[in-house]
């Protein structure tokens, strides 16, 4: 669909979306949910977690600067360590990306909004509570101390009796799902709100690279939640997963952590090379080099990603095969990173380049990130990996990567868009400085550990003595810490005074040619433009102009409040009219209200940690409560002649995408679960292991036909709605629910009865403890159900369920699908694997 230029519009119409998308004064501030307000809350928040990350990291390289030093004893050291790798990784670098997103993307797609407003402010409150409380640990000696990645059997209840690991491990674990959050909310704007005629073959390469990277956290982040569930189950109830006494076995968490943890790195990284892809062309004034090229090669790295994760498990034991397929990934996933590079060098070669200080920290970022990705081309060949390991040279490869991959790009995109903040660059002498105190300090702090790495010094010793050779080694790697740290407060000292300044209009300084430099407001754009190329800027030079006279797409607000256009996922072209809420308190309180919960739990105060869970209900009930509403008209004007229908119901739905993206999330949180049942079972000498009891098939097999029903009658729901548009009517809709619920209540009554009469003890082995994960998770779904339940059950009865307005049911309907198909998969797991075993 095209859409010629329409007659400039009425003044009234700025007027009425500046009221619909007017932000709270004061205090109030705090009850925003647009992007503008979120994403600055997002990357300010981030960037504070940077900022204390890296005073934890210069009292370490103060402690290493010199031999025997005293500055810190062990055990403070071994907190400082965990907390600067954990801040780092879950409070920065994951978050910061996600940050930028919620800010940019928007703009970049041409839209007024993400689609789920309310859900980027739970996900950055949650974030930002969590995050807050989890490092004030450190100042009360309760901090975790066993390294970021939490090995057991360290980590386990015998040698950390502590709450420091239940800091990290409930702390750590609900604060990823607030990245899963934000993750859904990104993966439904790019591909349901961009703007009409954005084909994917005309997207934003960050939006390409945040597409990839969200839905690696969808199946990445959930192995992480599953693992913490299960050490945590370990600490606080002697399940024994991870001792191997017991049939338990510490191999396991390393599975489950590093499927988390080495994609991670990749979902750091290509957030941070789609940056670099929008800004080389840019800054060089020439189109990017091989864009179809860049894209693959996004992809590609976000799936041989998966093939990674015992790339960190070369010392541990595993056979060859696998380190030898593991280790061919791990070369293979260097040709795709290379091409990207070659795309962006090749872009600075064809194009006008002028050294100001974006264009300095790209260049930086290419030199260094080239070197530590040839370091992690060294530590993927075996022998060496058995040498190096644990050493400090895959300290210097590790921050060589993250740093030189992720942070030197974030810097250069904060002088690159600070004008679409206030209108106002970043000084550019300043920023030169910054970046010569941030490129030297860093090489000279990292470089040299390489060297001391293949002289032999380990990683996570608090001290050294002085006859090693490490002394001239670890003295520059501080003096290099503290220099690039001075290059970072440079940095922030001149974002504070130039971002306080008066807004005022950017008028494009980089004569940018993508959507993010139209005129910002807090409503996005004035009309949603039109798009026919990759830079549409410089395409069409004066689409600027013809967006603010309002001559593209929905130049006004339709009903008064908050909207933007859904498009086809593909071609982008319009297809419905998507009303956005407005600001509220209750995602901030339904946060609040989880972090409390989780953050109560690990202080055993189990009667207000349920406190606190009630009241997240009660606030993700009530900001719900206000969606899915029958639309004031069937459809609306939305350009000169063109009308589009108000919203959408079932597979039209971005709410319904949405919750099978969730369901994604919730199956791989189920499959790692499984994972660890089928680990511990190969790994026994008899499944089921002596003392182990099966419930009887009967009541296994009983259950699982309830939960069929209750599937069916979800079902059979949705298809009598269609005929009872007066509630009035809905009786038969309601029973149908009802009856649903009754099945799932029987089904979890059937599991656990079966379980009991059997006599399960999840304490006595291994095995049974992973059977009682995979029971648990079944009463757990049993709850959320009846919950989802009852919440389709009062919609109904208040008259807002509607044929126009089903995503209620239609998105519970798809839940009770996923718990049948899990209860299904484990009692065929639990029930027969034992024979096909024996």
């Known amino acids: ?18 009221r619909a998308w007017r932000a709270p004064k004061g205090w109030r501030l705090l009850s925003a949910v647009n992007n503008t307000h979120i994403g600055v809350f997002y990357i300010v928040t981030a960037m504070v977690f940077f900022v204390l990350a890296g005073i934890l990291g210069l009292v370490i390289r103060a402690q290493l600067a010199v031999p025997d030093n005293g500055l810190v004893d062990a055990k403070t050291y071994n907190q400082l360590f965990t907390m600067h790798g954990t801040v780092m990784m879950f409070l920065f670098a994951v978050p910061i990306v996600e940050a930028i997103a919620v800010y940019l993307l928007p703009g970049m797609l041409g839209a007024r909004d993400l689609p789920f407003p309310r859900l980027s402010a739970y996900a950055f409150w949650a974030y930002a509570i969590g995050g807050l409380a989890f490092f004030c640990t450190l100042f009360f000696g309760q901090s975790p101390d066993g390294g970021w990645f939490m090995y057991p059997p360290l980590t386990g209840k015998e040698f950390s009796p ?68 299960l050490l945590e189950l370990e600490r606080a109830f002697d399940w024994p997963f991870f001792i191997p006494a ?25 957030p941070a090379a789609g940056m670099v892809s929008m800004m080389v062309p840019t800054l060089a004034a020439t189109p990017l080099v091989a864009y179809r090229g860049v894209v693959a090669a996004l992809v590609g790295v976000g799936l041989v990603s998966f093939a990674l994760w015992a790339h960190h498990m070369f010392t541990a034991g595993l056979g060859a095969v696998s380190m030898l397929v593991v280790s061919a990934a791990s070369f293979i996933v260097a040709i795709p990173s290379g091409i990207q590079v070659f795309a962006w060098i090749a872009t600075f070669w064809r194009g006008r380049v002028t050294l100001n200080t974006p264009t ?73 400085w910054a970046f010569g105190l941030m490129f030297g300090g860093f090489n000279l702090a990292f470089f040299p550990m390489h060297i001391t790495g293949l002289l032999g010094m380990p990683r996570r010793v608090y001290t050294y003595p ?9 003295l520059l790697s501080t003096v290099g810490a503290f220099a690039f740290a001075l290059g970072v407060l440079l940095f922030l000292v001149d974002a504070a005074r130039t971002l306080r300044r008066p807004a005022q209009d950017h008028g494009n300084p980089w004569n940018a040619g993508t959507l993010e430099w139209l005129p910002p407001r807090d409503y996005g754009v004035r009309s949603i433009p039109q798009v026919s190329s990759h830079e549409p800027l410089w395409h069409r030079p004066s ?52 972090a409390g919960f989780f953050l ?66 919730d199956m791989t949180v189920y499959a790692s679960f499984l994972f660890s049942h089928l680990h511990v079972s190969m790994a026994a000498d008899v499944c089921p292991p002596p003392g182990a009891a099966l419930p009887a098939a009967r009541w296994a097999w009983a259950s699982g036909a309830l939960w069929v029903a209750g599937s069916l009658s979800m079902l059979a729901a949705g298809r009598a709605l269609r005929r009872a548009a007066d509630p009035r009517r809905q009786r038969g809709v309601r029973a149908l ?47 959320v159900l009846a919950i989802m339940g009852a919440y389709v059950l009062a919609r109904s009865w208040s008259g807002r369920l509607a044929p126009q307005a089903r995503a209620t049911l239609d998105n519970s309907g798809l839940m009770w699908h996923c718990a049948a198909v899990q209860a299904l998969i484990a009692i065929a797991t639990v029930q027969l694997l034992p024979r096909w075993l024996g």
């Open 600 to 665: 109560l739990l690990t202080v055993e105060q189990v009667v207000l940690a349920f406190g606190c869970g009630l009241l997240a209900l009660v606030g993700i009930v009530c900001w719900l409560w206000e969606s899915d509403t029958v639309p004031p008209a069937a459809t609306v004007e939305v350009a000169d002649g063109v009308r589009l229908p108000v919203g959408a119901i079932g597979r039209a739905s971005h709410s319904w995408w949405a919750m099978i993206i969730l369901i994604a999330v």
């Open 466 to 474: 002085a006859d090693l050779g490490w002394n001239a080694l670890n």
């Open 360 to 432: 300095l920290f790209l260049l930086g970022f290419h030199f260094i990130f080239v070197l530590g990705g040839l370091t992690g081309v060294m530590v993927a060949v075996l022998p060496f990996d058995w040498q190096a390991h644990d050493s400090y040279f895959i300290v210097a490869h590790l921050h060589y990567v993250l740093i030189g991959g992720m942070v030197f790009p974030v810097f250069a995109g904060f002088y690159y868009w600070a004008p679409v903040f206030n209108g106002h660059r970043l000084s550019e002498r300043w920023g030169r």
């Open 162 to 229: 502590g709450r420091g690991a239940d800091w990290w491990l409930l702390g750590i674990g609900f604060i990823e799902i607030s990245a899963i959050a934000g993750a859904i909310e990104l993966i439904i704007g790019i591909l349901f709100t961009r703007a009409p005629g954005m084909t994917l073959a005309k997207m934003p390469v960050f939006a390409w690279a945040m597409l990839v990277s969200a839905l690696m956290i969808v199946f990445a982040f959930p192995a992480i939640i599953a693992a913490t569930t």
């Open 737 to 783: 629910v009802a009856f649903a619920m009754l099945c799932s209540a029987g089904a979890i009554a059937l599991d656990v009865g079966g379980h009991w009469r059997a006599g399960l003890d999840p304490t006595a082995q291994a095995w049974s403890a992973t059977v009682g994960v995979l029971l648990g998770y079944q009463v757990f779904h049993g709850a």
């Open 543 to 594: 689409l600027p102009q013809e967006v603010e006279a309002g001559r593209h797409w929905l130049p006004g607000t339709v009903f008064g409040g908050r909207e933007t256009l859904v498009t086809h996922w593909r071609d982008a072209r319009p297809l419905h009219l998507l009303r956005l809420p407005g600001d509220g308190w209750w995602p901030f309180v339904a946060a609040a209200g989880t």
């Open 1 to 18: 669909m095209t859409l010629p230029c329409g007659l400039p519009r009425p003044e009234g119409e700025r007027e009425a979306l500046e």
């Open 246 to 270: 017991r049939g338990g076995d510490p191999l396991l968490w390393q599975h489950l952590f590093w499927f988390f943890g080495h994609p991670e790195v990749y979902i750091i990284f290509l």
